[in-house]
């Protein structure tokens, strides 16, 4: 075999890997003021999905979360199109997830401009699935307690000509007034779907973050890293892994769909699994 068919059959390989093979990427976050009874709580995170499929019925996906053991399923927007219903690999999932543990969604840019939010947001509610539209929610194990809570994306604060500045303003106001309704010294998780926005998130006090949107970067350079992502431009800072700025934990997932985007490469889709520690 000639090195150029040679080079050929691995590029082609990373392609077809850096789009169908799932990868599983566990994080722990540990803080001091994570109750005792939540350590070792399981949080399995699903962004981005974009109507892809991943075998059956979604059945790659679904093994991978099941095998988790999750005690929450966090889905971080961006689940299907402007047009949800049409989204028959999106809907496959959703319907199933509130059978494998309690899940929670919040809305990404894409949901931010379906043609039927309110549709989409009566259909969640009809499966069972939680939808933190800019609230918070108690989480309880035992006597103890963390809080959970979600704002929409950004876009879904355009009202009618208004810039995008005015939408980002009105977005932080929100996110403030969120974190507001919760306790002070309570533990504090945000769903929210952009990861660029991490000082935004470490201002208001939020002590774990989850976010998605950047799908890793698309396209990963050796060496060089992510080549670009949408909201943060060339060469982004956050596109996966976990970040920490003061007392806030952002985790951002590579996520699962290849959106508005031909392809990714050298960036499989990911399932991300966050464990929290307890530590005194």
């Known amino acids: 075999m000639g090195l150029i068919a040679a080079s050929a059959i691995v590029f082609i390989a990373l392609l077809l890997g850096s789009n169908i093979w799932l990868q599983s990427t566990t994080y722990e976050v540990s803080s001091p003021r994570i109750p005792p009874l939540f350590d070792g709580y399981c949080i399995v995170q699903i962004s981005d999905l974009h109507n892809s499929r991943f075998g ?7 093994r991978r979360i099941r095998v988790a053991h999750p005690d929450l399923i966090a889905v971080t927007g961006d689940l299907a199109g402007a047009d949800w219903k049409r989204s028959a690999n999106s809907l496959e999932l959703i319907r199933q997830l509130p059978l494998l543990a309690p899940a929670y ?10 043609h039927d939010l309110r549709g989409l947001i009566e259909f969640l509610g009809g499966l069972g699935v939680h939808l933190l539209h800019n609230a918070s929610v108690p989480v309880e194990r035992g006597e103890q307690v963390i809080e959970l809570a979600g704002v929409d994306d950004p876009e879904g604060f355009s009202v009618g000509r208004h810039s995008w500045t005015a939408s980002l303003t009105a977005w932080r106001q929100e996110l403030e007034v969120v974190r507001q309704r919760i306790e002070p010294n309570r533990y504090a998780i945000l769903l929210s779907h952009r990861p660029e926005f991490i000082r935004s998130y470490a201002q208001a006090g939020f002590n774990l973050v989850l976010a998605g949107h950047a799908h890793g970067g698309l396209i990963r350079i050796p060496f060089l890293g992510p080549l670009y992502a949408p909201g943060q431009g060339k060469l982004p800072r956050y596109t996966s892994g976990m970040h920490l700025l003061n007392d806030t934990t952002l985790v951002v997932s590579r996520g699962l769909g290849r959106g508005m985007t031909p392809l990714r490469f050298l960036n499989r889709p990911e399932v991300v699994i966050v464990r929290l520690r307890s530590v005194s």
């Open 56 to 62: 059956a019925g979604q059945s790659r996906l679904l």
């Open 105 to 114: 969604f919040v809305i990404g840019n894409h949901e931010a401009n379906t």
